[in-house]
């Protein structure tokens, strides 16, 4: 059983919304960062957002600041995706780690997460 399931994947519109759930399934996550990455095929996973266990902090990949907004509960995930592009097309993968993300020569980087679902698609219709 994956310790992570995301729902609330589909197909919408350019400009529309949606929001992306993550529940810990089997464990909790409650000390963990947890965020979300997304990938297409042929690319390397991107990093998409984070937020801290304590839910004080966030993080954001640029491509997406100002539109995708995140939030937890415990050992719940989400993210509200508004204003949403053709390229945000992608299998969207939650992700939880101990540590948050950080800063590597001034970008935005977790690496080596821990424990991951299994992705659900969004595709963004132009």
């Known amino acids: 059983q994956e310790p992570l399931v995301e729902s609330g994947g589909g197909l919408v519109q350019a400009g529309g919304s949606l929001r992306l759930s993550c529940a810990a399934s089997g464990r909790t996550f409650n000390n963990y960062a947890m965020g979300w990455f997304r990938q297409v095929p042929g690319v390397e996973r991107e990093f998409v957002s984070a937020?801290?266990?304590?839910?004080?902090n966030t993080y954001y990949a640029d491509s997406v600041k100002g539109r995708f907004t995140i939030s937890r509960a415990t050992d719940t995930v989400l993210i509200q995706m508004n204003s949403l592009k053709p390229e945000d097309t992608a299998v969207y993968y939650c992700?939880?780690?101990?540590?948050?993300?950080?800063?590597?020569?001034?970008?935005?980087?977790?690496?080596?997460?821990?424990?991951w679902g299994k992705g659900t698609l969004v595709t963004v219709s132009s």
């Open positions: 992700a939880a780690d101990p540590e948050a993300p950080g800063l590597l020569d001034g970008r935005l980087v977790w690496y080596g997460v821990d424990y």
């Open positions: 937020i801290n266990w304590r839910g004080d």
